[in-house]
């Protein structure tokens, strides 16, 4: 998968012919130095933004050959969404906010997973508070319950902890992990901060575009000490190939396609 912005002399090139496999059920986080690619990933991966070549696949829909009104319906069935900004609706209360992209689709939500989503992420005394009410960790919570209460295939957070203070960003990290762990989910998500990589399953890392290094069972301490190398400059790139045994692909084959090990998950592949 490539993405470059412009043209000719002056393209800038933001994804360097990347390869990568996310598996279904765990928790992936991507790092890298600003401009590295990061939030460009996200974006082309969820279907946000286009690519200039390759193919993106969810499960077995690739999501690049589909027109306008169908990315806007797979968005709506199938991914999740949380950001910096809650995007909360002021004007609704917390379990409004919740269930409006199922409300706007004309769906009923599944009342029981509903109900074991606002409970895993603690929000059942706060559904008839508005966003004013609440506080920015409960703010971002309902953000969360929201990316998962139509049960989507996949959930992208992007910096999710950006706007909260140490106790609140903890919080909901610890929600993502249980939205793992007891609900099934998977979860990509874009962050700056080692301590919040750290809560994930596999740590993809990106340089100039391209995957240059992961890490499973990841700690703040080997992430901090992997983005210092970054910082002074050299990026202790172990090259595209991933390692095997951790169920998350990220490799180059000799056709230039990324094989997915799990059979289920989210491939994109290099043209």
């Not at 992208?156 to 989910?185: C, H, I, M, W, Y």
């Amino acid at each position: 998968m490539t993405k470059a912005y412009g043209s000719g002399e002056t393209a800038v090139l933001a994804l360097d012919s990347v390869d990568v496999d996310i598996a279904r059920g765990r928790f992936t986080a991507v790092m890298g130095p600003s401009g590295s690619g990061k939030s460009t990933l996200m974006h082309c991966l969820a279907g946000l933004d286009t690519v200039s070549a390759g193919q993106v696949w969810l499960g077995g829909t690739e999501i690049t050959g589909l027109r306008d009104r169908e990315l806007t319906r797979l968005r709506r069935d199938r991914i999740g969404f949380m950001f910096q900004s809650f995007n909360l609706i002021p004007t609704l209360d917390a379990l409004e906010n919740i269930t409006l992209p199922m409300d706007i689709a004309g769906r009923a939500p599944d009342r029981e997973w509903l109900e074991e989503v606002i409970d895993t992420l603690g929000l059942r005394n706060r559904l008839k508070h508005r966003p004013a009410q609440l506080s920015g960790g409960q703010q971002q919570r309902v953000a969360c319950a929201r990316a998962l209460a139509s049960r989507p295939e996949l959930v992208f957070a992007d910096e999710p902890t950006g706007n909260l203070d140490s106790r609140a960003g903890a919080e909901v990290l610890g929600f993502l992990r249980d939205a793992v762990d007891r609900l099934g989910q998977t979860v990509v998500m874009v962050t700056h901060d080692p301590n919040a990589a750290a809560r994930s399953d596999v740590v993809l890392f990106l340089a100039d575009g391209r995957i240059v290094d992961r890490m499973t069972h990841p700690t703040a301490g080997a992430v901090l000490e992997r983005m210092r190398l970054f910082a002074t400059g050299g990026d202790g790139a172990t090259g595209p190939a991933g390692r095997a045994g951790d169920g998350v692909a990220v490799e180059r084959r000799g056709d230039g396609v990324a094989e997915d090990r799990e059979g289920d998950g989210v491939v994109a592949e290099e043209a």
